[in-house]
């Protein structure tokens, strides 16, 4: 058999292996992508601006702030629990920042890390009151809703406002730059060639363990339809701002948190706690530690939102993580991909899912029609995601894929 009739031969394979995981359950990304695609090709008919490279800009660094917010809520699905207070715990980081940058005169760095820190300690509180003390996360994390929203206030004072610099670099971060039009380009092609080459070495060693792996073409098809479609979308958003680099942070977010989850031992038992916590631990994992760590990760990264979200507004109040803040984190996760039934999901959910939030935000906005009818759509969203969960779960356990 020829070389060309081997990777033919491959190609198929991976294609016959896609749809068998499709109709055991096995999703993934899919139903998401198609509805972004329904939600895009629905409001650009209703609006020919909504797929405009400026509202397209607009969107993406709208993304950023909720979106590093969500990634941590994935990583707490993925443990098959739930965190209700992400949103105030970044209106509270949103507090520090500014009365610590702005008032107490603290260098800026200084200011951002303490409102980091204290999103930690939030989290390592709840993973010891949930590892110790056996609190559901629900009620635990409920319970930090209600009184680190209270603290917010009381650190923002009297006031109840204030204003963060506009010549501050961190403001500029957040509404100002912009990566150069040829800059954009080598990051996507830089970023492929390390996917083509992960691919590759797991490739190889897939191989030299005897299991099934993927070949050289299909892995050329595969880094270059994406870095095609990447090229593109760079382009097109050079064709108004470009990419925003506060978007760029959140991506490098989700890409690093990835890695983490799948080729780190801390990704993997995360994964093996969500499954089932009791064989997690005969495995001999520290499960206690699992939950510290992933509630702190969750907390921090929740901090950092709220430090972005503020610096995008150039201002912290007593509104900063409140609104649809929380609920549109935690719906971008489950929408995204994330299983609330834990162990399954990607840092990826983050990503998709927030794109779909922003969108149905965005399009609605361009329509002229009032948040009552965003709240109603992307409840619907959020149901149809959750039923979508439903039935991928039943359909992998009754071909005994779950």
Known sequence: MT???????????????????IRGGDLGPLPVIVGLVVIWTVFQLLNPVFLSSRNLVDLTMQCASIGIISLGVVVVLLLGEIDLSVGSVSGLA?????????????????????????????????????????????????????????????????????????????????????????????VVVVSMAAYAWSLIRRARRRAAANLESQSYREIALRAGALLLLLLAAAWYLNLARGVGVMFLFFVALVVAMHVALTRTRWGRAVYAVGGSVEAARR????????????????????????????????????????????????????????????????????????????SISSGLTLLNLNSSVQFMVTGAVLVLAVIVDSISRRTRVATGRA
């Open 3 to 21: 070389d060309e009739a081997i990777d033919a031969a491959g190609v198929r394979g991976s294609a016959e292996r896609l749809w068998a995981r």
């Open 94 to 186: 949103a507090a520090i920042l500014a009365v610590g940058f702005v008032q107490l005169r603290w260098p800026l760095f200084l200011a951002i890390t303490a409102a980091v820190a204290t999103g930690c300690l939030v989290g390592l509180l709840y993973g010891y009151l949930h590892a110790r003390f056996g609190l559901p996360s629900f009620v635990v994390t409920l319970a930090g809703l209600l009184g680190f929203l209270g603290l917010q206030l009381w650190v923002l004072g009297e006031t109840g406002s204030i204003n963060l610099p506009f010549d501050s670099w961190l403001v500029e971060f957040a509404q100002q730059w912009f990566l150069p039009a040829w800059a954009s380009y080598v």
């Open 283 to 358: 495995a001999g994992i520290r499960v206690d530690r699992i939950y510290l760590s992933v509630f702190a990760l969750c907390s921090s990264l929740a901090a950092v939102g709220g430090i972005l979200a503020a610096a995008r507004l150039a201002a912290a109040n007593q509104s900063s993580g409140g609104g649809d803040t929380n609920l549109n984190a935690i719906a971008a996760a489950i929408i995204g991909g994330a299983s609330l039934f834990g162990g399954r999901g990607t840092a990826f959910a983050a990503l998709l899912g927030v794109i779909v939030i922003q």
